[in-house]
């Protein structure tokens, strides 16, 4: 098993739950940390001290602390790690479901493991800790869902296409579907509409229809 683990999540139930099964695995170093810079610090210093973690366990979203951090975001932990420690196993531990950032943890960053938060978390985590530990990746089954999508920004039809841009024309949801009547398509109701709005802006990584017109234009779709 693991000898040196690091835990980086700032809800202490969770923490605690994992660092549980960490020690009841004869995990002889499991380390607790509630910010993503802490997190980064304790790598960088294990390395120095030739005494590197082997496994990183960390949420993607964390609480806005007391003083201002350099990190804010476990996709940002990752992708730092990477550079320094780049053979270091790292699983992904969080309620994330946008696909966008699945696939860019997954097959840019290349993590080890991902597993979303919910009901059988505590089994998930215990399957992909094993795993990982023998050189195998584990994903649960929602993200290996979202990954056998195969829906990609290039995957983008027609409508999709003009939809984004009557997004940015100013035209609201509830008139797009008169608008693609207009242009020779077929008559769509409005949660039709709205539901190729939302599958938008899983595929950009998009928060809100503003961040969605933010990076299709900078992909430049509009």
Known sequence: MFQKVLIAEDYSMINKGIEKHLKASDVP????????DKAFQEIQFA?????????LITDLS???GLLNQKLTSGEELVAAVKKIQPELKIIVFTMEQRIGKIKQLVEVLQVDGFILKGRKDTYQIKKAIDAVYQNKNYFSDTVMRLLRSGDTVED?????????QFLAEGI?????????EKNNFPTYQLRT????????????DAKNIPNLMIKAKDDGWI
């Open 29 to 36: 170093v499991v380390t607790v940390v509630e910010y993503c």
């Open 47 to 55: 390395l120095s001290q030739n005494t590197p973690y082997q496994l």
């Open 62 to 64: 964390f609480e806005e």
């Open 156 to 164: 983008l039809d027609e409508e999709d296409h003009l939809i984004l």
């Open 172 to 180: 609201t949801q509830k008139e797009i579907p008169e608008q693609l």
């Open 193 to 204: 509409i709205e539901s190729r709005i939302s599958k938008l802006k899983l595929l950009f």
